[in-house]
Structures are given as structure tokens and as C-alpha cells.
């Protein structure tokens, strides 16, 4: 249970970061965050496997890189929901999602051997 509350405060951070890094993304607070971070892992949870699925043909023809596509509409989509977490355009879901992406690759990590 205390992986998941760090993680979920790690991901909300990083969610803080890509807005302070990226323009086109806001956050307005650190509870925003907090939702957004639920938000967006609920989202890759139920809705990220069948768009995989729908978009299979596509995927394989990209070799993969579709996926990315797929990333950046449930982030968008997030943005879209919620009121303190706003994405301006899909250029910036797109860069938003890939370095949240990267960031929970680097969250999960250090979480997994540090607890």
C-alpha cells in the first residue's frame, strides 16, 4: 500500500514537471495533479487496451510506433475531463505523454528497488 501512495505523489509530481517543462500543458495544483495522475492511470487502465486493440492493424504497419499515438489521446482525453489539468493541442499530449512516459519508467524503478 505505501508503493502505491509513493508512486502515485511521484507520478503527480511528474505530471507537475512536464506541465512546467512543456507549453501547452497545465496543472493548476498539486491536488489537480493527484486527480489527473488517478485520472490517467485509470484512463491506461481501461480505455489505453482497446484502443490497442481497435488500432492492431495500425500498430503492426507502424512497427509500434502507434502506440505513441495511443498514448497521447488518453493523455489528451485526460486533459480533456478534468478541470485543473488542460492540454492546449495533440502536439503537446504528444510530447507530454512521452516524457510522463519516460518519467513513470524511471518512477517505477526506483520505487521497485528502493520499497
Do not use: C, H, Q
Not at 503527480?12 to 486527480?35: D, T
Not at 512516459?101 to 521497485?112: F, K, Q, T, Y
Request: overall charge neutral; aromatic content about 8%.
Amino acid at each position: 500500500m505505501i508503493k502505491l501512495a509513493v508512486k502515485w505523489l511521484l507520478y503527480a509530481a511528474a505530471l507537475m514537471f512536464v506541465a512546467n517543462v512543456i507549453g501547452g500543458i497545465e496543472v493548476r495544483s498539486l491536488g489537480s495533479a493527484l486527480v489527473a495522475a488517478a485520472v490517467i492511470g485509470l484512463l491506461n487502465m481501461l480505455v489505453r487496451p482497446v484502443l490497442v486493440l481497435l488500432t492492431l492493424p495500425v500498430t503492426v504497419l507502424t512497427l509500434g510506433l502507434f502506440l505513441m499515438v495511443i498514448n497521447a489521446l488518453v493523455f489528451w482525453m485526460a486533459g480533456s475531463i478534468l478541470a485543473g489539468f488542460a492540454v492546449a493541442g495533440f502536439g503537446a499530449a504528444l510530447l507530454g505523454a512521452l516524457v510522463y512516459s519516460l518519467l513513470g519508467v524511471l518512477i517505477d524503478a526506483v520505487v521497485e528497488t528502493a520499497l
